[in-house]
């Protein structure tokens, strides 16, 4: 990235910093800040940041499935209009006991991401009472959106795929008998590298 | 006397509500009391289905999470990718991008044209805008070879230059477009009927707009001003002049107004792009596409689309696919949490008028 | 039009003409297809000289349109809309993945072949199909229609047990009315 002016951020770091003594803060890049908190510190954190360093913007909620370290993490993108810098908030939750608490007391969307996270990968929000059926529908077996969910798998088991052409044959051969037409010299070649 | 309340579906075969999409209304009399969205009848999984392909098959996927305008989802891919790797993207690519992005916000604008006058039961605006949005596909059609999905925009630039006389074929289009736009106005914008429908209703409170996550042109319809071209300026926006129009008011009206306005700026977005736009590559050079190693690391990126802020949150590994993609569509919160909280006390022929609006698209929310 | 014994009853051929020049779409944009819909119907392209609308309800509609890919939330959606529309009526698929999936091959959520859950009469292929696309998909229809070979919903009835048993197997949760026709 090009050197850039990035003070406000310094300032919001350690400000962060200061307040938050085990968190990891890291400037990304202009405009970026990513903090790194025990997962306790969460709710705290955001409360702070969004009365005390005008962060009132939830951008986005979400989640990336860690299967090697068997982990769930969750990531806060929280926005200030006035400083106009965006902030990572991201921790880290056990996945066989995938539980937190909601945040719906701060933003009130934060129901929707909270809806479909316990969905898509089985987190259970405590405080959330609307964590009811939302995109899926009478959904059996583990949340797909976990990395242990084969789709491909679940999709050949249960619905009827037609099988496709194998051969894999230049089908314009037949095409152009069917319209009584002749395939072009430069053409041919074409058909026969792509065949290759 | 309390009238008796009903519980009505509205929806998902309802030829008002924009896409595939249910709203639940508890309605006593014909005012809603309560209402409650119901999605996921178009759920793909998209973002599992990135997760079995690499970053560059991604591209066909993602365009298709936004079907009225699908560009901004690939831009967003392309710079989530350029951000991780700290690709650089050439000048000209840059600017062939915004092109794209504002030939399709007018595109959308003239769609959402077409349905707003629809829902108050004006048939004659879509026979318009629809038939005049084709000139834009028609663009689109050349330059791409897709008319609704383009594919064009991937990671390290654009798939293939202007053609020869594109640019002079894009400022006739404007011309054209900007000359119809007096008429639209005495047809639709001036419209005793739509005015009478649309002011004073689906107001949202201006003191809540910025904490209820709200977006795009129903946040400037708030009179406040933002805009993610100029909070956070992105590929050349920052070089451009353009004012980003507001509108006091949070109603139906207000909404529309700022539409209508921001359609100029679009126009003088497109003219300034091409009167600067500098020759020399179109891309930079990439890897071979099947064996992109994207380097470890995270990016939010987000691009202002017709309905407002489109963030992309992506993950990568280190690997060749994906380890996550999350979108977050500006209806993912307009259709589901500010919908159910703006829609009490409405009327319920204004229901699919406010959704329209709002522009929920239902693809966004469960992709 | 010259009589001919072969196709039928003299009634049939009145009837069949009368109906293939009043086609009307139920309006629901089942997937993303519906965006072409617009433009097809609109100014540019205008349909409705084929005799080609949209209506509102499922029960004055003839042609239940497909524009897309299925989730199975939407499948039982669209079997109670089809099962609730009056004879005649048609299922025209629209797009690569009504088709084979296209490419939702491999997704958990949508069905792969439309014609295993309901009786397709027309597919148009194409990701997306283009209004002329679409036209000439409803033209193809026509002349169906008109040659007395679109008996999708005769199949349906006939071999109701077989659509079922597919429709069962994906759709878990069956809470659906019998409509008794």
């Known amino acids: 990235m090009k050197t850039q002016n990035i003070n406000i951020e310094k300032e919001i770091a350690t400000e962060i910093q200061n307040t938050f003594h085990t968190a990891e803060v890291n400037i990304k890049r202009n405009k970026r800040i990513e903090v790194k908190l025990r997962n306790d510190l969460i709710p705290p954190f955001l409360s702070y940041a969004k009365n005390y360093l005008t962060f009132n913007h939830l951008a986005h909620f979400s989640c990336v499935d860690w299967i090697e370290q068997n982990e769930f993490e969750l990531v806060y993108i929280i926005y200030s209009y006035e400083k106009g810098v965006i902030v990572l908030a991201k921790t880290r939750i056990d996945r066989e006991k995938a539980e937190f608490v909601t945040t719906r007391h ?57 099988p496709g052409r194998e051969d894999a044959k230049d089908v314009r051969e037949n095409v152009t008998k069917i319209n009584k037409e002749e395939i072009p010299e430069f053409a041919k070649e074409y058909s026969v590298r792509s065949l290759k | 006397m309390r009238e008796k309340e009903t519980t009505l579906y509205l929806g998902p075969q309802h030829p008002g509500v924009t896409g595939n999409m ?13 209402a409650e969205t119901h999605v996921g009848y178009l759920h793909r999984a998209f973002e599992k289905l990135m997760e079995q392909r690499t970053w560059m098959q991604s591209f066909p996927i993602v365009c298709r999470i936004c079907v009225p305008e699908p560009d901004p989802n690939e831009e967003n891919l392309a710079r989530a990718i350029e951000e991780i790797e700290g690709r650089e993207v050439p000048e000209r690519a840059k600017y062939i991008r915004v092109m794209i992005l504002e030939l ?67 400022l006739r289009t404007m011309d054209y477009l900007e000359s119809r736009l007096p008429e639209y106005d005495k047809l639709f914008f001036e419209n005793a009927i739509f005015q009478k429908r649309a002011k004073g209703v689906g107001i949202i409170d201006k003191d809540k707009a910025l904490e209820w996550g709200v977006v795009g042109p129903p946040l400037r319809g708030c009179g406040i001003k933002h805009d993610v071209r100029i909070d956070e300026p992105y590929e050349v926006y920052d070089k451009l002049d353009f004012v980003v129009p507001t509108h006091e008011g949070g109603d139906v009206w207000s909404r529309a107004m700022v539409r209508r306005q921001e359609m100029e700026q679009s126009i003088s977005i497109i003219r300034q792009v091409i009167d600067k736009m500098p020759a020399g590559e179109y891309y930079n050079k990439v890897p071979n596409p099947l064996n992109w190693y994207v380097p470890e690391g995270d990016a939010y990126v987000k691009t202002e689309s017709a309905r407002g802020e489109f963030g992309y949150y992506a993950v990568s590994d280190g690997g060749l696919k ?19 909280k703006i829609l009490v006390g409405a009327n319920i022929s204004d229901v699919a008028f406010i959704m329209n609006s709002l522009g929920v698209c239902p693809p966004e929310i469960e992709r | 039009m010259i009589y001919d014994k072969s196709s039928g009853k003299i009634v049939d051929i009145i009837k069949n003409y009368a109906r293939k020049h009043s086609l009307w779409i139920v309006a629901y944009g089942t997937g993303c297809g519906a965006i072409e819909l617009p433009p097809t119907m609109t100014s540019r392209y205008d349909a409705e000289r084929f005799g080609i609308r949209g209506s509102a309800t499922p029960r004055q509609a003839d042609v239940l349109l497909i524009t897309g890919y299925l989730a199975v939330k939407t499948l039982k959606r669209v079997i109670r809309t ?19 999936g296209g490419m939702y091959w491999d997704s958990y959520n949508t069905v792969k072949a439309l014609d295993r859950y309901l009786p397709v009469d027309v597919y148009i292929n194409g990701c997306m199909p283009r209004p002329e696309a679409v036209i000439s998909g409803f033209i193809e229809l026509q002349k169906l229609i008109e040659a007395g070979k679109a008996n999708g919903a005769k199949k349906y009835k006939e071999n109701l047990d077989w659509y079922r048993e597919n429709q069962r197997k994906v759709i878990k949760n069956w809470k659906m009315p019998d409509y008794n026709w």
Request: proline content about 4%; glycine content about 10%; some cysteine.
């Open chain 3, 82 to 100: 089809y099962e609730q529309m009056q004879d005649p009526k048609y299922v025209i698929g629209f797009g690569s993945c009504t088709i084979n």
């Open chain 2, 322 to 340: 994906p380890r996550r993609v999350h979108v977050r569509g500006p209806a993912y919160v307009h259709g589901v949490s500010l919908l159910e």
């Open chain 1, 106 to 162: 701060l933003w009130y969307q934060a129901e929707t991401y909270e809806r479909e996270l316990h969905e898509m990968f089985g987190i259970n929000f405590k405080g959330n009472d609307r964590l009811n059926e939302f995109i899926l529908e009478d959904w059996e077996g583990i949340p797909p959106y976990r990395r242990d969910f084969d789709t491909v798998k679940y999709a050949t088991d249960n619905f009827y795929t037609r």
């Open chain 2, 22 to 34: 249910m709203v639940k209304l508890k309605v006593a009399g014909d005012t809603v009391v309560k």
């Open chain 2, 104 to 170: 399709s916000r007018l595109a959308a604008y003239m769609l959402w044209m077409g349905g707003q006058a629809g829902t108050a039961g004006l048939y004659t605006v879509p026979q318009w805008s629809v038939g005049d949005r084709d000139y834009i596909i028609d663009l689109f059609e050349e330059l791409t070879g897709g008319r609704i999905y383009h594919m064009y925009i991937w990671a390290g630039g654009v798939r293939r230059d202007l053609p020869e006389g594109f640019a002079d074929k894009v």
